[in-house]
């Protein structure tokens, strides 16, 4: 008589799975700005997702309006996405892809031919990052200054998540 026995095993760790929203940051972006006969306000939320100390993806939203007493307003309304790369603690690498939809209304006394159109941005950044906060300056590789929200294709930032 023989007898056979034959066991399987499986090695199981006791780790709980990543909770997604555990990696998740919030942020943004609150803008205002008035002075003679001016006015702009924006709203810019955004959120990242944190895949290591290294690597984050996220998207963002952008509403801005603009109006300029008896010269024209304004309405941007568009998304993003961003990617970030730590390569060491204090240093941030950024590239962002930002589309925005540009609705320019003229004074109709000024004869001008009102602006409906869409703008493509693409900034490559660096900057100084402390805990979550950081500091740095980008540039647009795709600046058109005829079309674009942007004073220059070179803008300092402030990325601040929670």
Excluded: H
């Excluded at 003679?36 to 997702?49: E, K, M, N, Q, R």
């Excluded at 970030?84 to 690498?93: D, E, K, T």
């Excluded at 990052?129 to 070179?154: C, E, F, P, T």
């Amino acid at each position: 008589m023989t007898i056979s026995m034959n066991a399987v095993g499986q090695l199981q760790t006791s780790s709980k799975p990543t909770d997604f929203w555990s990696s998740v940051r919030f942020g943004g972006g609150i803008g205002l700005s008035f002075g003679d006969g001016f006015f702009s306000g924006t709203l810019a939320p955004s959120a990242i997702y944190e895949f290591n100390d290294q690597f984050a993806l996220g998207v963002g939203l952008n509403g801005t309006y603009n109006k300029q007493k008896d010269l024209y307003k304004s309405t941007v309304l568009g998304g993003s996405l961003i990617g970030l790369f730590n390569p060491l603690r204090a240093i941030q690498l950024s590239a962002e892809f930002e589309e925005l939809n540009v609705s320019r209304n003229w004074d109709d006394r000024l004869g001008l031919t009102n602006d409906n159109y869409w703008y493509p941005a693409l900034f490559l950044g660096a900057g100084f990052r402390a805990q979550n906060v950081a500091i740095g300056i980008r540039y647009d590789v795709l600046y058109d200054k005829n079309k674009s929200i942007y004073a220059d294709a070179w803008a300092p930032f402030v990325r601040v998540y929670f």
